[in-house]
């Protein structure tokens, strides 16, 4: 008489699966954790809206934007490679830094824009600017009150009026014109950037303000460098 076939206990493979189960559990757990950290998330409260690192992700994500705004005019007014380059470069560096501080902002509860801006920063750390700004214009430190009432609201952004400069012309004079604009808003923003890296209270803020001074100084020397080659001079920084 043939002996049946032993059959494996019913409960192994419920076993089985409860230990992975348990197992992808803590895997997401430590990855929450590490996102968690990452961010600066359980190490310090959260940033209240009158923060630096809340009015830092407010105000220099906007200011990225315009800078993202200029930099992809020249996938269609320039006929120049290197600069084309250059431009797609930002546009992509930029467009995520602010979706990352915009993103923190929603994360945080608080609003993406402000009636003021760079009211975080202390008015020491703006001394080298002309402090000349217009409550009425959202409090635009550093900035003119003609350029600030042209749309320039922060030191280095551009007016209105170049950015449609910009976006009328081509060839090397579109070329000179978009180093020129870019060179001097990289300028602006990296005052805010090194305050940001020193006052900011959570490290991910930290972290990337660190960045964005370290990446717009070596582009800012990059594009002196482009912009002489081409003809041109830089503006008076802001």
Do not use: C
């Not at 409860?18 to 757990?29: D, T």
């Not at 020249?74 to 990352?100: C, H, M, P, Y």
């Amino acid at each position: 008489m043939t002996e049946p076939t032993p059959q494996p206990p019913a409960s192994r493979p419920r076993a089985l699966t409860a230990v992975l189960v348990a197992v992808i559990a803590v895997g997401l757990l430590v990855a929450g954790g590490g996102l968690a950290v990452a961010l600066g998330i359980g190490s310090t409260a959260t940033p209240t809206a009158d923060s630096v690192d809340a009015g830092f992700s407010r105000d220099m994500s906007r200011h990225h934007l315009q800078a993202v705004e200029m930099a992809n005019l020249a996938q269609t007014n320039s006929s120049d490679d290197e600069v084309k380059r250059l431009a797609f470069d930002i546009s992509a560096t930029q467009t995520n830094q602010a979706g990352r501080m915009q993103g923190w902002l929603a994360l945080w509860g608080l609003p993406a824009t402000s009636g003021e801006v760079m009211g975080w920063m202390d008015d020491g750390a703006m001394s080298g600017h002309d402090m000349g700004g217009m409550s009425g214009m959202g409090g635009a430190h550093g900035v003119d009150p003609a350029a600030a009432a042209d749309g320039a609201v922060m030191p280095g952004m551009a007016t209105e009026t170049e950015l449609a400069q910009l976006r009328g012309a081509t060839g090397t004079a579109f070329d000179v014109l978009f180093l020129q604009l870019m060179t001097r808003h990289h300028q602006g923003g990296l005052e805010m950037a090194q305050y940001g890296e020193e006052h900011a209270s959570l490290p991910a803020v930290r972290s990337l303000a660190r960045s964005i001074a370290q990446s717009q100084t070596a582009e800012t020397t990059t594009m002196e460098q482009m912009l002489r080659s081409r003809g041109g001079s830089p503006l008076p920084a802001p």
